[in-house]
Structure formats: C-alpha cells, structure tokens
C-alpha cells in the first residue's frame, strides 16, 4: 500500500514537472525575509553601534510594556499612551527608509506642505504663523534628502527625535497641561503641529501612504467644513481646537486605539513572538503535516490548519504567508497544485488567521473598548464565524483536489487498523477531557483553599507539567522542516511530532485560563502568559540538554538569554506598524468626534442606499474593501468602525432590523481583512505570489474566488445573529454550529461547482438554496407563519394585555433625534408580569395619550425598559405588532434536506460513472 501510494506520488510530481530551483519564484530565504521586514517590521537593516542602539531601543520599549502591563506597574494610561508612541514614532522613522517610490516621496513633500497651509488658514485669536511651515519643511527635506537602507543620515536622526519628543509631550507636561485644557498656549501649538507632521511621515514610512491621505483628508475636513458640499458641512474649527482636541487630550491621537495598542495588543503581539521563537511555530506546521499531508491535497489543507494555529499567535497577515508559505506553497505545487492556487490558499488561509481569537489581529480588544463587551464575550462571538470559515477552506481544497484528481504526500508509516485507530482517539480525547476536568476542579479547589498563595501553589504545578511534557518532548528527535524543493517528502510520523512540543500548548492555556476563567484583564491575562513563556524560553534549552545527557549548562542558559533577547526585540518591532497605526487612526475618529461628519454620513449612506437594509451593508462592504486596500487591518477596522458601524445600527433600527453593535462591528472587520485578498492592491497575495512563482493578480482573483465563504459570513450573522452565540444555550451554540457549518460547505460546493461531481448550473443554485435556508431557515417562515399580528395604534393596551410576560412588543415610532430632525424607527419594548395590559404598559414606563386618533407618548419612567428600548415623550406610535404563535423556523429544513439528498442521488450516478469511464479508457 504504502509502495503504491509513493508511485501515484511520484507519478504526481513527475506530471507537475515542479522544479526544485524553481518552487520558490526565485527567491531566496533573506529575500522573503526582506519581503517580511519591509512590510512589518522595518525594511532598514543597519549594522554596528547604530543597529545595537536601534536593538536596545526595541527591548527597552518591550520590557516598559512588560512593566506596564504587570501587577505592580502601576501608570497613569495617558502617560503610558504618550510614551508608547514616543517609542514607536522613534523607531518608525529610523526602522523604515525615507521613500521607495517616486509617488510616494512626493507625498511625503507635498501633504506636510499642505498640512502648513491648512493650519495657517486654520490658526485665529493671534496665534503666530511664521513657524508653522518650518516643521513641513524639514519633514520634506528629509524626504528630498532620501535615506539609505543601510545607515541613517543625521537629519533622520533629528526627525526621529523631535517626533519622539512631541509623542512623550503629555508624559513630560502632564500636570502643566491638565490645569490648561481647553486654553491651548503657543508651546502646545508647535508640539502639536510638530508632532502631527512628524506621526503622518512615520506612517507613510511604515504602512505605505493610504493611510497617511486618509488622516490627512480628515483633517482638511475639519479645518475647511463651512467650504465642503451641505450635506456634510460643518462650521469648521481652529488651529486651537484642533490642538486641543487631537494632541493635547485624549480624544484624537492618544485615545482609545492608542490606548487598546499600549495596554493589551502589544503584549499580545509579544506573546505570539516570544512563543514563535521558542519553536512554537514550526511546530505547529509540522503537526498539521504529519495529521493531514496524507490526505487529498494534503498540504493545502495542512496549510490551513497551520496558518489557523499560527493565526492564534500572529497578527499580521503578510507574516503569515511567508512564514508557513515558505514550506507549504513548494509542497502544494508539488502534489498538483498551480503556482497561483497553491499561493491563493495559503492567502485564504493566513488571512483568515486575523479572524481566529484571541488575538484577531488587535481588533478583538478594540471591540471591548468600542462596543463596550467583556473580552471573553468577543471572543465567544467571533469564535463560530472563525472556525466556520476554516473548515470551509479545508473543504475547498478537498474540492480542488477532487477536481484534479490529486492525491497527498506519501506516509512514512503505515496507518493503523481502523478499530485500533479509533480506540486509541477515544483514549486520546478521554486523557484530555480527565485532564482537563482535573486541572479545572484542582484550580476551584486551590483558590479558595490557599487565598494567598494559590498563585505560587498553580505555578508550581504548571512548572511539574512543564518539565514533565519537556521530558517527554527530549525522547523525541528535534523539529526540523524537510526541504520542500527535495526531490520525495516523506511526511512526519504523527505520535512523535506531536510529542515533541506538547509544552508549547501550557502558555496559551495559562493565556485563556486567566481571560476565561479568572476574569482577568486582557492585559494582565498576556502578561502572566508571557511571563510564562519567558520562563519556558530561557530554560528549555537547558533542561532538554540535561534530559539528552548533552548538556552544556553555561552556554545552554546563555543561549536560552539571547532567545528571550531576540524575541523581546522582534515583539518590539512588529509593533511599530500598530502603533503607529493606532496613533494615525485616532486622527480620524478624533476628526469624527469633532465634526459630527457620523449624523451627516448616516443621511448620505441612507440616501444612497434608498433605505434598504440589505445596500446599506453593501456600501459598508465595499467602503471597507476600499480603505483596506491600503490601510492596515486594526486602522480598517477602527476608521470604518468609528464612520459606519453607527451609522448601521441607526438605519437597522429604522427599518425595523435591531442589529447587535457586536454584529456590526465584526461585518466591519471582516470586509478589512478581506483587502490582505482583494486584487490589485492585496500585499499577502503579493507575498504568496513571491514565494510561488506565479502571477501576484491572478493569486488575488483565485484567492478573492476562495475567500467568498468570509464575506458571505458577515451578511449571515447581521440577520441571524445565533451565528455570533447571541442568547442561546449550549446545546442550542452546538446545533447552530453543526448546522452552519454543514449550510458553509453547501456554499462552498456550490461556488466551487463541484459537490460530489462536477455540478450542473441548476445544482450549484439548489445548493445555494440549501445554503440560504439552513442559515436563515426563519426566512421562508415568516413567509408561511408570520411572528407578528398588526393591530391599530390605538388598540396598544388590548395588544399588550395578550403578550405573554417575557415577549416584545414592535412599535413603529415617529420622532426627532438629537438635532431636532424627524425620524421613524423600530422599538423593541420588552413586556414583563401585569394583570392587565394597562398595568404592563405603566410596569415598562409607559404613558399614552390618545390624540384625534394618535396613539401619544405622554411619559416615559426613568431608567424604565421603555426608555432603554429609546422611546421617549411626545413620540407618535405609527404601528403595533404584537407576537403570535408561529411553527417552528427548523421545519424548513425538512424540504431543504429532501432537495440536498435529490442532488445527492444525481451526483452520485454520476460520481460512479466516471472512474468506469476512466477504467475503459
């Protein structure tokens, strides 16, 4: 068997014809490196006095959020915000050369330039002009001047400190500065000025210019409002406001991005690279290959199960890509795979690794500030989406395989009896459920047991499992990844592979214990994992050697030091893109705030989406596809968040759909991450198609075709929000699961025209009906069993008496908003016990009056569900729907499943036929 399975490899490989010069594209290691570098962590590579000082720069900045983050760091938030960005400004400037283009050195003339100009219409009430250019122009000079990849002129030296300088302001002259708020003098107005020049050039340095432009539109908007179109115009603000407001306090640059950057992301960005360096990474390639490599198109679907584990520790979809790519795009192409398919899954799937908590790319603890959610709630919403998405991307791969026939690299070992296969699962999964009850009821027990030093008494107990684990991992030969340019791959033997770093599973069980179980704040959580992880890094080395009976204590115990060093110093560095990112941002939403742009946004969105629901979301779409296509996904996220996720729960109210803010800001995320994919500007499909060989465009499209699963996503769980675990019970979190996840596939078949043949065009449109209706299967029953019964305004107190307590009343309300304009929207008011309805009503808060036929608010109690649902006095009610008796949503399964097995039953004639007409021929 085993013979027969390395013939129809070879076979395989020899069809292909993949060269093993050729499987990379023709790059090198260091040139993927550079590819890396240039796009996350500095494309300068300086060496000498210069590159140390840069280094220790970088773990100084690692190890002040270290103590920042730890119990007894206690810092004021705005003053750790200010030196956060110091660091991060210091080492943008100097970590990323000046222009790599010629559009972009003239942007980075021509906006400082501009910007001048704007501030000098902008300043009033006396404040000097004559300096205010001089901050643009050495700014442009400095661009003019240019910067060699290999040293840095003196000139970007002073631009690096002046704006670390500018960052640190508020640290430097909090006190003189908090008794000034609101009374800027002209010592704020050049720091400032200074300090906004300076952020908008480290970010076109390190994030391209998209993002730079964007920042740059926003603040000609405040500055030049009474000239822009009416229906966003605003009455325009100062040089005095616009300091205040976006440098001095914590509305603009140093607000909340910023603060989600320097309290919880940079731990978590470190965590990933600590763990990463301790050897966390491979492993987790290395076990998606040894489970999955044997399968049909193997190392695509072990590439996505490898990019969700390393999703779990990285952020950076760019990373991603070359990381695992390196290894699993030459292997894809070797098992059949085209150069620009192999490519497009490893994008599909590193992508995608944004979306998979806990980290999500930084965005999950944005969404804890900006929806106002526990963590763990996040993560429990995002979770199902996430995993829904990845199973969906293993089974495209299954499709494509099947389509060409592929098979999977050979075993290196023959596969165990069926029997013996499944009894050893089964003491696998019961090994680990008895564990995890144990450490589970062992920690209940401790903690109110040992109050005081429960924590010494856990570490201890975690440290006997670590050395254990360790021991176990010693037994086993190293992790080392084959050659994927090498002529046979033998894949590894699954037991061993996994043996070997079991260890590495203890700081991301330390990581979701603390947020999940203690409750503990997402930075506190990271910062007890990475002390963890900093334990394991610097004594694994060691103790492994002492396990092997090969140790050299001194030289292991040192080399354990440089790990931990390098991994502080790379988690530094990755950082600088976000913060310098979350800095920018805050730009935006403080021009937002400022403006109130949100209110006339929400008309312009409404206008243009006449009012349905459906093209409000497809405008949000496609605004995030577009600032994505330059942005980086955390300042996506947060500047279409800030514009449009409102502005969505606003007109979903209006048109009677009551959208979760949680549901809301997840669509956002999701259609940002989708432009790492989206053709012609997606970079990881560049990066992907620099390590393939093939065409970085069609690698986009392919990519784009694959990743349709995620953007249908988002649409689904806005109108069903049991796909986010919106109020439902376990058992009811499993079978939405199941179900979603079956309807996923159906989808996938069905866009991928192959189910278990290749699909007719009227099966890919009943697989897309099946889709449609086991995601939404209320939709065809409101149809049939409507949820409501209209009854006539005046008629509210008979409707309220026949709602059970526990049900809602829908009120179609006319009003005014905060600004005295007139508005209609749905209210949700929840009815509870009463013995009339009269007596429910007054229970809610209620009041009516009955004006001429109109049904009148008359009061509204404080605090009262009726003032929670937004209703308030003098409000028309317009319609009354009351909830009836309505069959069960699930019935419609019932036809959906009778077509799936009708399409299952034609495929599988002809599914049957085809390998006998292959036989024949």
């Given at each position: 068997m085993a013979q027969n399975d390395n013939e129809k490899y070879q076979q395989q490989a020899a069809r292909v014809e993949t060269e093993a010069t050729g499987a990379r594209g023709g790059l090198s290691q260091d040139e993927l490196d550079e590819l890396v570098a240039s796009s996350d962590t500095g494309g300068r590579s300086v060496a000498g006095p210069v590159g140390m000082l840069l280094m220790l720069v970088a773990l100084a900045w690692s190890l002040?959020?270290?103590?920042?983050?730890?119990?007894?760091?206690?810092?004021?938030?705005?003053?750790?915000?200010?030196?956060?960005?110091g660091?991060?400004?210091?080492?943008?400037?100097?970590?990323?050369?000046?222009?790599?283009?010629?559009?972009?050195?003239?942007?980075?003339?021509?906006?400082?330039?501009?910007?001048?100009?704007?501030?000098?219409?902008?300043?009033?009430?006396?404040?000097?002009?004559?300096?205010?250019?001089?901050?643009?122009?050495?700014?442009?000079?400095?661009?003019?001047?240019?910067?060699?990849?290999?040293?840095?002129?003196?000139?970007?030296?002073?631009?690096?400190?002046?704006?670390?300088?500018?960052?640190?302001?508020?640290?430097l002259f909090y006190r003189d500065i908090a008794d000034r708020v609101g009374a800027p003098i002209l010592q704020d107005y050049v720091v400032a000025v200074i300090g906004i020049t300076i952020l908008l050039e480290a970010t076109r340095r390190a994030l391209?210019?998209?993002?730079?432009?964007?920042?740059?539109?926003?603040?000609?908007?405040?500055?030049?409002?009474?000239?822009?179109?009416?229906?966003?115009?605003?009455?325009?603000?100062?040089?005095?406001?616009?300091?205040?407001?976006?440098?001095?306090?914590?509305?603009?640059?140093f607000g909340i991005a910023l603060g989600v950057s320097t309290s919880f992301v940079f731990l978590f960005v470190l965590f990933g690279s600590l763990l990463d360096k301790a050897g966390a990474g491979n492993y987790f390639i290395q076990v998606a290959f040894s489970l999955m490599g044997h399968m049909k198109g193997g190392p695509a679907k072990a590439a996505v199960v490898s990019s969700a584990m390393t999703g779990l520790i990285s952020g950076s979809s760019i990373a991603n890509v070359v990381t695992t790519g390196t290894f699993t795009i030459p292997l894809m192409k070797k098992v059949g795979f085209s150069s620009e398919k192999a490519g497009a899954v490893e994008v599909a799937s590193s992508v995608n690794g944004q979306i998979m908590p806990p980290v999500m790319g930084a965005a999950a603890f944005l969404m804890v500030e900006y929806v106002g959610i526990p963590y763990p709630e996040v993560v429990k919403h995002a979770f199902l989406p996430a995993a829904i998405s990845y199973i969906a991307l293993v089974y495209i791969v299954h499709l494509e395989a099947m389509k060409a026939g592929l098979e999977g690299l050979p075993r290196p070992v023959e596969p165990k009896p069926w029997v013996a296969w499944l009894i050893?699962?089964?003491?696998?999964?019961?090994?680990?459920?008895?564990?995890?009850?144990?450490?589970?009821?062992?920690?209940?027990w401790i903690r109110p047991a040992f109050p005081e030093t429960a924590g010494y008494i856990v570490f201890v107990f975690l440290t006997a499992v670590y050395v254990g684990l360790l021991y176990v991992a010693s037994r086993e030969a190293p992790l080392k990844l084959d050659?994927?340019?090498?002529?046979?791959?033998?894949?590894?033997?699954?037991?061993?592979?996994?043996?070997?770093?079991?260890?590495?599973?203890?700081?991301?069980?330390?990581?979701?214990?603390?947020?999940?179980?203690?409750?503990?704040?997402?930075?506190l959580s990271a910062f007890w994992a990475t002390a963890y992880m900093i334990f394991i890094l610097v004594t694994q080395r060691p103790l492994t050697a002492i396990f092997r009976g090969e140790s050299k204590m001194g030289e292991d115990i040192k080399n354990g030091f440089l790990d931990l060093i390098d991994g502080l110093v790379t988690g530094a560095r990755n950082m600088i893109g976000i913060g310098i990112a979350t800095a920018t941002a805050g730009i935006i939403v403080g021009a937002v705030s400022q403006t109130g742009v949100g209110a006339a946004l929400a008309d312009l969105v409404e206008v243009m989406s006449g009012g349905y629901m459906l093209a409000i979301l497809a405008l949000t779409a496609v605004l995030s596809l577009i600032l994505g296509m330059g942005l980086p996904t955390t300042a996506n996220y947060i500047v279409v968040s800030a514009l449009l996720a409102p502005v969505i729960v606003t007109l979903g109210q209006q048109n009677g759909l009551i959208v979760p803010l949680i549901a809301v800001h997840l669509f956002v995320f999701y259609f940002g991450i989708m432009a790492d994919v989206t053709p012609p500007v997606g970079l990881a499909s560049f990066a992907a198609a620099a390590v393939s060989g093939g065409d970085p465009i069609k690698t986009g499209a392919v990519a784009f075709f694959y990743s349709l699963r995620t953007a249908a996503l988002p649409f689904l769980f806005i109108y069903n929000t049991e796909l986010l675990l919106i109020d439902v019970t376990w058992g009811q979190g499993i079978f939405v699961f199941i179900v979603a996840t079956v309807a996923m596939l159906l989808f996938a078949a069905a866009t991928q025209g192959y189910f278990l043949a290749k699909s007719r065009f009227y099966e890919s449109i009943a697989l897309l009906l099946i889709a449609f209706t086991l995601f939404r299967p209320g939709y065809w029953m409101d149809m049939v069993s409507p949820p409501f019964e209209e009854v006539a305004p005046t008629e509210i107190t008979e409707a309220a008496g026949a709602t059970p307590a526990g049900e809602d009343l829908r009120l179609r309300i006319a009003g005014v908003n905060d600004l005295g304009d007139p508005i209609e929207f749905v209210a949700i008011l929840p009815i509870g016990d009463g013995a009339s309805g009269e007596e429910k009503l007054e229970n809610a808060g209620l009041l009516f009056r009955e004006d001429g036929g109109k049904m009148i608010i008359d009061d509204v109690s404080f605090d009262s569900a009726a003032q929670n649902a937004g209703l308030d006095w003098d409000q028309e009610v317009l319609r009354v729907l009351k909830p009836v008796s309505q069959l069960s949503k699930y019935l419609m399964f019932i036809p959906a499943l009778l077509l799936l097995g009708l399409i299952v039953f034609l495929q599988r004639g002809r599914a049957d036929k085809a390998p006998n007409k292959q036989a024949a021929a």
């Open positions: 002040f959020q270290l103590y920042i983050a730890s119990p007894f760091g206690l810092f004021n938030d705005t003053l750790a915000r200010s030196i956060h960005l660091f991060a400004v210091f080492l943008g400037v100097l970590a990323f050369p000046a222009a790599r283009t010629t559009f972009q050195i003239a942007l980075g003339v021509i906006v400082p330039l501009a910007l001048a100009g704007l501030f000098m219409v902008a300043a009033k009430d006396g404040v000097a002009t004559w300096w205010i250019p001089l901050p643009a122009i050495f700014v442009a000079a400095t661009v003019v001047l240019g910067s060699p990849k290999d040293r840095i002129p003196i000139w970007e030296w002073a631009l690096a400190i002046l704006g670390s300088l500018a960052a640190l302001y508020l640290f391209g210019p998209a993002l730079m432009i964007v920042a740059s539109t926003f603040l000609i908007y405040t500055v030049l409002g009474p000239n822009m179109p009416s229906i966003i115009a605003h009455k325009g603000n100062s040089l005095s406001e616009i300091v205040n407001h976006q440098w001095i306090t914590t509305e603009g640059v050893s699962m089964a003491f696998t999964v019961a090994a680990i459920c008895a564990l995890s009850f144990a450490v589970y009821y062992l920690m209940g050659d994927p340019n090498a002529p046979v791959t033998k894949l590894p033997v699954p037991g061993p592979t996994i043996r070997s770093g079991l260890h590495f599973i203890l700081p991301i069980v330390v990581l979701v214990w603390a947020l999940m179980v203690d409750r503990l704040s997402p930075g």
